[in-house]
Structures are given as C-alpha cells and as structure tokens.
C-alpha cells in the first residue's frame, strides 16, 4: 500500500479502478488521485486576505482578492494556487484567458486547466490577484515586497496565520484545507512562486516555477549592462489597470531608486532578489525553463537551479529550446506534462508514494522533437573545452602566438551585423571559427568568456556570441515564440458550459537556417569584479576579464562550424550607449570555455522520451582535426 503523509487523513485506497463521479472522499488508484469529484457542482467563492501591508498609503491593510474553486467534500484538502497580475489585462496561457466573474461576483471561468483537471480529484485551486491588480488593494511593486506579502498572507491565511473577510465584511476561514499548497505559474505568476518560496512560508509544500524570475536584476541586467531603462515602473503601470495617484508615486519611487544611470546591483534590487534568500526555501521546486528564452533569460533558471541543489532542495526539471512558452505548449509533449504535474502535486500535496522523485531529473530537449532524460542538469561530466582565438580568424584549442592582439570598437550593433560575413573584418567586432566539426558536440550548461584586454577609456560594454554556421532545419522560436496555435483542441479535465478544459493544440515552428546564436553574454567592463561597486580600468592598461553567457543545451552538429564573436554594445538586447573605447584583445591569453558533453550522433538520439545514459565513450579529436 502507498505510504500516506500521517497529515492526510480520510483518503481511500483503490487498487484497480475509479469509482463514480460525485463521491465524498479523495480516492487514490493506480498511484493517482482519482477524478471522482463533480466538477459543475464544485464551491465557487471569493474572499480578501488582509496582508500585513499598506503599499499605497491609505491608511488601511492591503487586502488580496482570492478567488477559490474546490470540490463539496468533508475532506480536508490540499490546494493549489495561481497568483498573478495578468487576471484582467494580458491574460494566461496561450488563448489569453482572463477571469469572467458571475452574477454574484465569483469567477465562473478560471483561466488555465488546473481547476478543470484538479478539482474532480480533491483540489482546490486559488486564482489570486496579485496586489495592486485585477480586484485586489494597493500598488504593484515589480518583484518587491508588496508583490511578496499578498502571495505569503494567502498560504498564512489557509493555515490560520493572517485574517480574510467576505465580500460582505464577515470573517472567513479556510476550515476546509490541509494548510498544504503549491504556488505554479508562467513568467510572472511563477516569479512570485520563487518570491513567495524564499520567504520560507510553513505550508507551502512546492512550487512550479515556469519561465520565472530568480532576480529581477538578472531580468534586467547582465553584468552592469542595462536591458531596458525605467522597466520597473513601466511594467508595475501595465500590469495597474486602474492606476490613481497613489500608485503613480510609487512608480515615480522605482524610477528613482533603479540605478539605471549606472547599472549597478543595489538595495533597490537586492529587495528583488529571491536568490539570496534560497537558505529560506523549504519547498520542493519543479522547474521548467526554455533556453532561447530572451524575455525571462535562463540565467534567472541557472542559477536558481543551482542555488537550489547547493541547499538541498528536491527539486525536478524541464529543459525547452523554445521562447517564452509554456510546457503545456512543448508539441508532443502535453498529455505528458499534465500526467507529471499531477505525480508531482498528488506526492508533495497528498502525499502519495508514486516514484516521481526517483526518476531522471531532468528532461532536456535537444532538437525540435528531441527530449532526453537524465540525472541533473547540466549534463553531469560535461568536459570544460577552452576554444582560443587566433590572429588568423580561427578557433581552436591551441593558444594564439604570444603577443597576438585583435582589436575593435564599442559601437551600437545589432545581433544580425555582428555574426554577418565572419570571413571579413568589421570595426565593430571580432569573429573566430572552428574549422568543420568531425563529430556532434553537444553545449550542456554555461559557457565562459575569459579575455585578456585594454580600453582606450575607463570602460566599454562587451557582447560575446557563441554561434553555429552550417545549413540547418531549426527551431524557429522568434516567430510565434516557437510555436503556432492550431484549430483542433484537446481536453485535459471536466467542463461546463461556462469553463471548459479544451484548449487548442500547437505545432512547433521549423526554419532552415545558415546559422543559430546559440549562447549570449553581455559585460559592463567596469563591473567585471563587481556588480555593485564598478572599478574602472587604467585607459591602456591591460586587465584580465571573464564573464558567464547565458547557458543553454543545444547541439553543435558534425560539419558545422563553431565560431565566438567578440563585439561592443548590442542594439538588439541592451538600451544602452556605446562608449566609444577602442578594445584590444591579447589573444594569447584568452579564450571562451564551452561545457561539452560528448555524445553519439543526434540522428541516435531517440525522438521521445528516452534516458540519457551519460557522456559516450569518444576519443577526443585532436586539435588540429576538431578544432583548426
């Protein structure tokens, strides 16, 4: 008999099959939770946690709207919440789903499957506005502690922690609920799951995180250099929609506290930072993250994910090569993510021993319709390659003659320029190549820019692209995110007329393309020791700086060639001026460092899911023949 936590109680056990719909009692079978709760009749409600903030200066508590949907049981049962801003503006998933709210003003469609699926098996499950949107009090505050304490005053007030109040003033109690709850979401919604998680709130039992922010500076920094200028306060008034006075102020605030001016990491956002607070995580954490993402760039996953196993953490992971895309959305792969989140939620929230934290941790797409499995991510015994540049143009694994120098300008230049005609020299930046690869080498984690350079000026804001040359199909992730929405739907729970589980299903977006950038990196050199405290280099002096990409798992295909540009400000992901500085580089002493994880040719890599079963026994090519 599956082991149950001694906290559940009144759950029945059934071996073989499901008994009918309408039952009283959560029933297991097959090492799930069964669907035996009727849907249409579930309790639909609202109520208004007070949480223990004023953040637009009224004079009262900020009160966070709840909207609830759980299945008529004497139960007590788990619950799981999606907390977000986008309830009435830009909507969730991938048909833009808002709230539609009935006669009585509780919600009678709730965006997104999981009340669909979840509730028929013993589920609650929590729509919560986010302070400072939709029906909730108070300002947004882009990540910061009013974005925080809404969150946390809800999984307090399901365990008899924080007051709540119905529409009607009377106070409301969660009797119905074990206290145990899971906070999922994508992009924002799953960035206050990571939030709420660091805060270390008892009864949060887990989170999905999905595209989601660790650090809002690494959302909208990369090493001192500026993505976008006066973000904070633009996406708190988007996400306001009914913005007054009050908030326009505190809008005025992250203007003036974001340091955008310089840059640098400062308590505006360490306020904003949930990775330094990972010691204070007791939940498990599912992440799923996509390493052509560009809005909530994969570093913010990298190194949660890190941050994470160095505590301890139990802890699963998915690896997209999409954009800003959720797993519900991965072609081929949907019914397999709704059977996993239910493993994952029926043995952190109920308690069921049904293997998922034994299996492969990670799943890795790698190609188009490729997934692997495999113990962690990155690949475990990932060989750390150094690649050098060489006065001739090429990239190998021999250093540059001493005294060897290249050098270029800091201008504003698009991504499109920097890779374009790598045979022939520009001002504005340097490119290497591999010669033709004799075998696939597969990019597994975060590869390294270690460069000996000198500036003309104190500093020069630096782009490294690694990039693969050679004739390809690609996944195409900049139309459509990597994916197009087609007519046909499929249904992944029970339906009413006002809410149904029917959502359309996607086809993945293929291009043939002579190229793909594969990783991005991006450096203020002032900023090269610190990201609070910028150091300025001596004009000609020479200095050694290294600086992280943006990881990424991806396969660099037998024929193809390798190639590392070196470049100035770029146009096409920063906001920011080009210094002017001339930039020399000392090839002799540098290099990029690239995580391989040698494997056998992609085409026997198998389509579905399958287990990686670790780096294959290769000889390592030699230099001259791998790398020339």
Known sequence: MPHLRAALVALTLVATTAPPAHATTITIAGDRSQPVFSYADAIREH?????????????RLDRVRVDIIRPRTADRIPVIIDESPYYDNSGRGNESERKVYDAEGNVAK???????????????????DMLGTTRSDGCPATGGQADVVGGKAVIDWLNGRAPAYRADGTPAHATWTTGKAAMIGKSYDGTLANAVAATGVEGLETIVPISAISSWYRYQRSGGVVYSYNYASWLANVVDTDPDAKCAA??????????????????????????KDVANVKASVFVVHTVNDLNVKPDNFSAWWKALGSRGVPRKIWVGQYQHVDPFDFEGRRGLWVDTLHQWFDHWLLGVD??????????????????????????????????????DGSLGLLPARRGATAAFTDVRMPETEMVADVGTAKPGRLAFTTGELPLDLRLSGTPVVDLR???????????????????????????????????EEDCHGESTAADDGCYRKVATNLATRPLEIVARGWLDVQNRDSLS????????????????????????????????????????????RATG???????????????????????EVPAGPSTWRGPQEVELPTPEHAFH
């Open 354 to 391: 049904n293997g998922i934290m034994s299996r492969p941790r990670a799943d890795v797409q790698v190609g188009p319709a490729q997934w692997i499995t495999q113990r962690d991510w990155p690949a475990r015994g990932a060989m750390r390659v150094p690649l050098r540049p060489s006065a």
């Open 453 to 487: 350079l000198a500036l003309d000026r104190p500093t020069a804001n630096l782009t490294a692209l690694l990039v693969d040359f050679g004739d390809d199909t690609r996944l195409d992730w900049r139309r459509g995110q990597g994916i197009t929405t087609l007519a």
């Open 110 to 128: 709730f965006p997104l499957f999981y009340d669909n699926f979840f509730v028929p098996r013993g589920y609650a499950v929590l729509n919560v």
């Open 250 to 275: 505190v809008r005025a605030d992250m203007d003036a506290q974001d340091g955008d001016d310089t840059g640098d990491y400062n308590p505006f956002w360490a306020e904003r930072d949930y990775e």
């Open 47 to 59: 109520v208004y946690v007070e949480a223990p903030i004023d953040s637009d200066a009224d004079g």
């Open 581 to 603: 500085a001339a930039v020399t580089v000392d090839l002799a002493r540098s290099k990029v460092t690239v995580p391989f994880a040698l494997s056998a040719p992609l085409a």
């Open 533 to 576: 405290s910028p150091s300025p280099l001596t004009p000609g002096a020479f200095a050694q700086v290294e600086w992280e990409t943006l990881p990424h798992d991806y396969v660099f295909k037998k024929g193809h060639r390798l190639a590392l540009v070196i470049a100035g400000t770029d146009s096409t992901y920063s906001g920011e």
